[in-house]
């Protein structure tokens, strides 16, 4: 299978910029490319004008990547890029997934995020309910810890 590596190039970017790098949260590039290989990762593009058809040379302003089995639907990445937040591409963005996911047939889509993370507004606006709470699962960069939060959507289909 050939991968786009154009598209590798817009969503490493992306990572290299939305990510704070004291919590670990980002893949490298052999991570992002491995998992869309396995075939069951799929992946969204979001350009600065909200479009999610990208101009051959546009960058992209943010990205999700996604693994499904059956019909669940993890979000394992979702991100903008800094320079392009609060304009509301990350509400565009997360309903483009939910949309997606709901076309594939997915039953349910889950993600696990950091609890002090103001995405969760995001996700909440979205319909997404808190279902599970792993205690210290991150590490905070002074040395403490930060629980994980599982978040997710039942999908009408
Ligand atoms: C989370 C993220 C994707 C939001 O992207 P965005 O384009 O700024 O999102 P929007 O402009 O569409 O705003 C979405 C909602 O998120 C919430 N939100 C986003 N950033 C926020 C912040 N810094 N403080 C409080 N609420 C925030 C708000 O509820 C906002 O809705 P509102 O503007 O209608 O009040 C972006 O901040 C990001 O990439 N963060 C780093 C990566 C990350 O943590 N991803 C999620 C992993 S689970």
Redesign the pocket.
């Known amino acids: 299978m050939t991968l786009p590596q154009d598209d590798i190039d817009r969503i490493m970017a ?1 990572m290299e910029q ?3 790098p004291e919590y670990g ?1 980002a893949w490298n590039r052999r991570q992002v490319s491995d998992a869309l290989l396995l075939g069951n990762c799929r992946y969204g593009l979001i350009a600065a004008d909200g479009s999610m058809q990208l101009e051959e040379t546009s960058e992209s ?2 990205f999700f990547m996604s693994r499904s089995v059956l019909d669940e639907e993890e ?1 394992l ?6 320079k ?11 309903a483009q997934f939910i949309a997606t996911a709901k076309a594939a047939g997915m039953q349910r889509v889950f ?4 609890k002090d ?9 979205h319909g997404f309910r808190e279902v599970g709470l792993r205690p210290g699962y991150y590490r905070t960069p002074g040395g403490g810890r930060i629980d994980a939060i599982s978040q997710e959507l039942t999908l009408d289909n």
Not at 77 to 82: E, H, K, N, Q, Y
Not at 84 to 94: A, P, T, V
Not at 111 to 114: A, C, H, N, P, V
């Open positions: 992306v939305a990510f704070p949260e302003a943010g979000l990445l979702f991100a903008i890029s800094p392009y937040r609060r304009k509301g591409l990350g509400h565009r963005l997360l993600l696990e995020m950091r993370n103001p995405a969760a507004f995001l996700y909440a606006s």
